[in-house]
């Protein structure tokens, strides 16, 4: 997964007509690495969208503006649009992620 660094690479990101998939993480959060040890074979088999994360705690306005208020969550977005968002009660096993990305085909 490609680390977003900036907020005009993350609005240039999900501004792609490809769609994208962004995860909002913290560093401290539990979820987000338990995440980590499961979703390289999930982002494998979904290869139709391109895989990046963004730190919550850096960027604070972008999760605001997006209603990311529980991490990890999942994004969706294409032509620089929210389609979808796997909030992080949701995001605690590989199944709910695969679900959730099953349900957005």
Known sequence: MNQITTNEQFNEIISNAQPVIIKFYAGWCPDCTRMNMFIDPIIEEYKQYDWYEINR?????????????????LLIFKNGEKLAHLHSANAKSPEQVIEFLTAQA
């Open 57 to 73: 705690d850096e960027f604070p306005e972008l999760a605001e503006k997006y209603q990311v208020m529980g991490i990890p969550s």
